[in-house]
């Protein structure tokens, strides 16, 4: 792995919305401290002046936990932009998808983006392999991640854990690499 990250190498926050805190809606969640650790990114992000983009789910549904305007549409508290922050709404799962996302990396030069957020094996997984088949160096931060868990088209019962690692077992070496914070954040230190 590098032990550098560069200067300009951007935070891409996806989808870390309350829509996220309905266990009744969503099911068991894994990594219970992913944002705790995705503040203390984002604090590194914001010290060493590098370039943030927070993604926010949206939809058109009235119904939806993601209708724009509602409290469960919001950042969550640990991650709330600031107001020269640029946030891009979304409605797929990829934020490259309908949105400037990829015209704003290239506008700036970005070569290497950096992404967590909800879910791991939606919206991050879709935008890091985006991200990686677009030529970007991608990181995905395992820890600052997290799923909930699923059924299959069979009936089998996944847990949130085993969809989590599964997912970033398939991100890894080819569409980006995956590591932790604290290895992360580490990188960030060395080129202070």
Not at 34 to 56: D, F, G, S, Y
Request: charged fraction near 20%.
């Amino acid at each position: 792995m590098t032990t550098v990250i560069p200067s300009d190498a951007t935070l891409i926050l996806i989808d870390v919305q309350h829509a996220f805190d309905n266990a009744d809606f969503w099911g068991k969640r894994n990594n219970p401290e992913a944002e705790a650790n995705m503040a203390r990114i984002l604090k590194a992000w914001r010290e060493t002046n590098r370039p943030v983009i927070h993604i926010q789910q949206i939809s058109k549904n009235p119904e939806s936990l993601f209708y724009p305007g509602t409290p469960t549409c919001e950042f969550k508290p640990e991650v709330t932009p600031l107001p020269d922050e640029v946030v891009i709404p979304k409605y797929p799962n990829s934020a490259f998808i309908g949105t400037d996302l990829e015209e704003r990396l290239r506008r700036d030069n970005i070569s290497t983006v950096v992404i967590f957020g909800l879910t791991t094996n939606h919206c991050v997984s879709t935008t890091s392999r985006m991200a990686g088949n677009f030529g970007f160096n991608v990181y995905v931060v395992a820890d600052a991640s997290a799923t909930f868990e699923r059924v299959g088209h069979d009936g089998r019962h996944y847990t949130a854990e085993q969809l989590h690692d599964v997912s970033l077992a398939s991100l890894h070496g080819e569409f980006a690499t995956v590591l932790e914070t604290e290895d992360l954040l580490r990188m960030v230190e060395v080129t202070v």
